[in-house]
């Protein structure tokens, strides 16, 4: 894979992800989970971080 595609993939991650959290966490997605640090999301993992408080 080219470094434009990896880098246009990261971005297309990124963008549902943060669609997927815009949306209020629903589904399988529980906001306890989310607390918890780590959720899955159609096979794909994902680990949330507070940057700020």
Avoid: C, H, P
């Avoid at 989310?34 to 999301?41: N, P, Q, S, V």
Wanted: positive net charge; proline residues 0%; charged residues 15%.
């Amino acid at each position: 894979m080219t470094e434009w595609a990896s880098t246009i993939l990261a971005l297309v991650i990124g963008g549902v992800l943060g669609l997927i959290m815009g949306a209020g966490i629903s589904g399988d997605i529980t906001k306890n989970r989310i607390k918890a640090g780590a959720f899955e999301f159609n096979g794909i993992a994902y680990k949330v971080e507070r940057l700020n408080q």
